[in-house]
């Protein structure tokens, strides 16, 4: 491949290959640029590793419940193996690195991986290992990077970030986490149900300030109801190194307190990993923390450049940053085909357990739209299976247009939430209403059975129904 390619992408994840492979589905000739390691944050320190240990920390948290059934451990209760557990972690990353990246890029005529740190020198040129490429085309898919308060003092403490906290090879015995956003109930829950013992300090006044109030504070319920320890409207005033453990003094109310262990981590929000990119040379224009800015098209402030995935701050999960490029780069070799984000039909989960699924708009989100709001709350305890597996804690949230009834978001608490909220999804993209959903027969008993009767809920007293009962 020369060095004029028809489109060169800057980052190797799960963002930059959706477009890579996208593009050459058109027939280009894409050059690859990453200075890290192939596949980016949700192979290697994100979703993959995350939820490969959240799922063994299940294990270990319903082994314990089987207790209460007669069940017993065998073994008596033997701790967990770490050895055991982060070399399983590594095996799945590295299984998964192999199949879905080192072997997609072999296979895949048209695309040229190259190794190094780019730059850009212009808005049609950029710098690597001291060559210059070119190109009318480019896709910035970076990603993203572990954001670190200013707290004086941290620079002296033992602490984790999001990436580090996936890359541990011991267990920690004890650990404070700063934030109460999506990384910290995860890891939280995570790490307690292995045997830690873990605080979280979140600065507001509840934990996942960006969801709705009724899933974040059924979570609370269960994280507090497992011996994890919340602390809410926390000012971090300054850290501390004291021999074996760190040291956190924080004002709680007024009132100044320390909170001591073995590690921090530091789970306060992502940045953009744009740095030394150049961006400036090339007219990219950002917003106040760094993040690119784009139209609805991932078209940049520079002609020729589109950005997509993390780096441009909007719903940073997988699947938004995968679509992103899609947009991006249907629009740059077929112009005029009013490809754009759809941002209110992208599911989001949060793997905790109960797991948090959210769709569409937030309540409120859809008052301020201009929707007359019809809203109906339901305990996951009135699902039936539920009962059967023990999952009875949270709650399932829809929000419905009132004169149409047409469906306008979901919002759940709930086992296993994450594979119920794609049924959602669906639902919101179909333009469906609560009573199509109320209609719909869902298998009994199953947890997926909550969105219908969660419908149902919108004209009818469900606790007066009987089993699949219409």
């Not at 980052?11 to 058109?26: D, K």
């Not at 996942?208 to 005033?237: F, N, Q």
Request: hydrophobic content about 40%; charged content about 20%; overall charge neutral.
């Amino acid at each position: 491949m020369d060095t004029t390619p028809d489109l060169i992408v800057l980052g190797s994840g799960s963002t930059a290959f959706a477009g890579a492979l996208r593009a050459t589905s058109h027939g280009a000739r894409v050059l690859m640029f990453e200075k890290s390691v192939l596949g980016g944050t949700c192979i290697n320190w994100g979703c993959v590793p995350s939820k490969t240990l959240i799922h063994a920390a299940l294990f270990n948290h319903e082994a314990h419940l089987g207790m209460k059934l007669g069940l017993g451990l065998a073994d008596g209760g033997q701790g967990v193996d770490s050895e055991s557990l982060f070399a399983h972690r590594e095996e799945v990353v590295r299984k998964l690195r192999q199949e879905r990246y080192l072997d997609v890029l072999q296979n895949m005529s048209g695309l040229e991986l190259v190794k190094g740190t780019a730059r850009f020198i212009d808005q049609h040129t950029i710098e690597v290992n001291d060559k210059r490429y070119r190109s009318p085309r480019f896709l910035v898919a970076v990603g993203g990077k572990p954001r670190i308060p200013p707290i004086p003092g941290i620079g002296g403490c033992n602490y984790l970030t999001s990436r580090s906290a996936l890359l541990m090879k011991e267990l920690p015995k004890s650990l404070v986490i700063v934030g109460g956003g999506v990384i910290a109930v995860e890891l939280g829950q995570m790490y307690h149900r292995l045997g830690s013992r873990v605080t979280i300090l979140e600065h507001g006044p509840r934990l996942l300030p960006a969801m709705e109030r009724e899933t974040a504070e059924a979570l609370r319920a269960v994280l507090v109801g497992e011996g994890i320890k919340v602390v809410t409207d926390v000012t971090i005033c300054s850290a501390d190194r004291a021999g074996d453990v760190n040291v956190l003094s924080a004002d709680v109310c007024g009132r100044r307190h320390e909170y001591t262990a073995e590690r921090l981590l530091l789970a306060v929000g992502t940045g953009p990993a744009t740095e030394g990119l150049g961006l400036e040379r090339a007219g990219v224009a950002t917003d106040p923390k760094g993040f690119i800015v784009t139209d609805g098209r991932l078209r940049t402030s520079a002609d020729g450049i589109w950005a997509a995935g993390d780096v441009t701050g909007r719903m940073l999960i997988a699947t938004v940053g995968a679509r992103q490029a899609i947009v991006a780069i249907d629009d740059m070799f077929n112009e005029g085909c009013g490809c754009t984000m759809d941002y209110l039909a992208a599911p989001m989960a949060v793997f905790t357990d109960p797991e948090i699924g959210m769709v569409g708009h937030t309540e409120e989100s859809a008052r301020q739209a201009g929707f007359d709001v019809a809203v109906n709350v339901m305990p996951v305890s009135a699902i039936p299976k539920a009962h059967v597996t023990g999952h009875t804690a949270g709650v399932i949230k829809m929000i419905a247009d009132r004169p149409t009834g047409r469906l306008l978001g979901v919002h759940l608490a709930c086992h296993r939430g994450a594979d119920l909220i794609n049924e959602a999804a669906l639902a919101l993209h179909l333009k469906a209403t609560v009573a199509d959903l109320a209609a719909t027969m869902h298998v009994y008993p199953s947890i997926g059975e909550g969105l219908k009767l969660c419908a149902q809920g919108f004209d009818r007293d469900i606790s007066r129904l009987s089993c699949c009962a219409e």
